[in-house]
């Protein structure tokens, strides 16, 4: 099942870019698509870190990917990301960590320790996930690629208050649409690539309250290189936590990798 759902979430691809049915477009002066965009990017703003234990499930088409497991994920925002494989006990069976421009990946298993420069491929050789490590973390917090020259293009709403903003480029190119939900939640991202199709859409869903603000505990990422489905659920989760800079990088090779407890 989890197969023909994900062969169909693929194939749905192609006409992502069709207005539905159940949405009609807004009036050019309609006030809601602004709030909400102002609304999203000022928390953006002030979501900038997180930590947190989550479940991590992969499949790709065919079953060319699968994974599942517990992670402790840290990030901050643009690109800094550290994600720890944890085991039954909790201890660390892998760790991969980069500061935005370098990488390095530690193996409990084989005691194998990798580094190098970030590139566009880091994630989808690790986790079978093609996104590059800004957009992972984009996903994770729900925000915002930083972008200020996209503006908003076209709205929609439907009949039980949902709206949809396309986001264009300075050429009037769509390249980002956004879906909200009546509580002015994020519940659709969805990028468009050069053609028109879309690279990637992520859904968010199960908002819980974290110090004061809803947070999206459960997230699904459909990417369409590799075509891969990948399904996040949060608990534990801390947003805006100190994190030295530190935890974005591990011990040098002969020595076992720093904890994400400093230890």
Known sequence: MKRIALAAALLGWATAC???????????????????????????????????????????????????????????????????????????????ATDGEAFEVYRADSQSYESGEVDEQLLWREAGIDLSPDEAVAVLLGSPVSDAQLAPANAARDVDGWIRIDLADARGTVVQRVTFDPAGQLRGLEVFDASGGVAWAARFDAYRDVGGSAFAHSIEVDVRSGMTHAEISFRDVELNPDLPAEMF???????????ADGR
């Open 18 to 96: 069709a207005t539905p049915t159940a949405f009609r477009p807004l009036p050019a002066d309609d006030p809601r698509p602004d709030q909400l965009l102002e609304d999203w990017a000022a928390r953006a703003d002030q979501l900038q870190r997180l930590r947190g234990l989550a479940r991590l499930a992969v499949d790709g088409y065919g079953g060319s990917v699968q994974l599942r497991g517990k992670q402790l994920v840290i990030l901050e925002r643009p690109s800094r990301l550290r994600v720890e494989v944890l085991g039954f006990l909790n201890q660390s069976l892998a760790v991969i």
């Open 249 to 259: 990088r591990l011990s040098p090779p002969g020595g076992a990798p720093l904890g």
